[in-house]
T-cell receptor, first 115, second 113 residues
Framework: AQSVTQLGSHVSVSEGALVLLRCNYSSSVPPYLFWYVQYPNQGLQLLLKYTTGATLVKGINGFEAEFKKSETSFHLTKPSAHMSDAAEYFCAVSRGNFGNEKLTFGTGTRLTIIP | SQTIHQWPATLVQPVGSPLSLECTVEGTSNPNLYWYRQAAGRGLQLLFYSVGIGQISSEVPQNLSASRPQDRQFILSSKKLLLSDSGFYLC????????????FGEGSWLTVV
């Protein structure tokens, strides 16, 4: 079974400050990991994903995440927050290449940017 | 490129009325298709997924059903809506070409009154 825990349902950062959104997962098989962003009243947009290979993955809008197997974490970061980053962010895990593409989502983190 | 269309975008329905939400995918073939629900203040819950025409798996017992009459068409239905069916419904697709990545539609807001 898989599960995802996102620490902090609400995170506020000042414009220009570091963004850090935390995600921990559990999986019985090597996972594929994803971050999605959801702007108000819209669907989910893929930010980045980790499948295999390099553990530091870069995504759109200046975001990146690092897969740390020893810590079972996949935290999302951005060096300098922008007002347009205000949205809800979801971490998700799938069973990778074991033929099951269903995602298990975390409960989401709402990011607020303070001017 | 692949696109996913979902409609209607917004729906207000009385309790006990039927529901039909439609989703189509273009630019790919043999996709896996999904229906997710996002209730207010909560995460995403997988309702149904389909690996082929007529093949539907239900993840949770509920008042809803799904059908896949064509390869790239996925329909979410209910015969009689409940207040608890209100929420944001998202259709999504994936296949081997997407590299195990699931892509979402724009969502449909359902308010049951």
């Amino acid at each position: 079974a898989q599960s995802v825990t996102q620490l902090g349902s609400h995170v506020s950062v000042s414009e220009g400050a570091l963004v850090l959104l935390r995600c921990n997962y559990s999986s019985s098989v090597p996972p594929y990991l994803f971050w999605y962003v959801q702007y108000p009243n819209q669907g989910l947009q893929l930010l980045l994903k980790y499948t295999t290979g390099a553990t530091l993955v870069k995504g759109i809008n200046g975001f990146e995440a690092e897969f740390k197997k020893s810590e079972t974490s996949f935290h999302l970061t951005k060096p300098s927050a922008h007002m347009s980053d205000a949205a809800e962010y979801f971490c998700a895990v799938s069973r990778g290449n074991f033929g099951n593409e269903k995602l298990t989502f975390g409960t989401g983190t709402r990011l607020t940017i303070i001017p | 490129s692949q696109t996913i269309h979902q409609w209607p975008a917004t729906l207000v329905q009385p309790v006990g009325s039927p529901l039909s939400l439609e989703c189509t995918v273009e630019g790919t073939s043999n996709p896996n298709l999904y229906w997710y629900r996002q209730a207010a203040g909560r995460g995403l819950q997988l309702l149904f997924y389909s690996v082929g025409i007529g093949q539907i798996s239900s993840e949770v017992p509920q008042n809803l059903s799904a059908s896949r009459p064509q390869d790239r068409q996925f329909i979410l239905s209910s015969k009689k809506l409940l207040l608890s069916d209100s929420g944001f419904y998202l259709c999504a697709w994936s296949n081997f070409l997407s590299g195990n990545t699931i892509y979402f539609g724009e969502g449909s807001w359902l308010t049951v009154v």
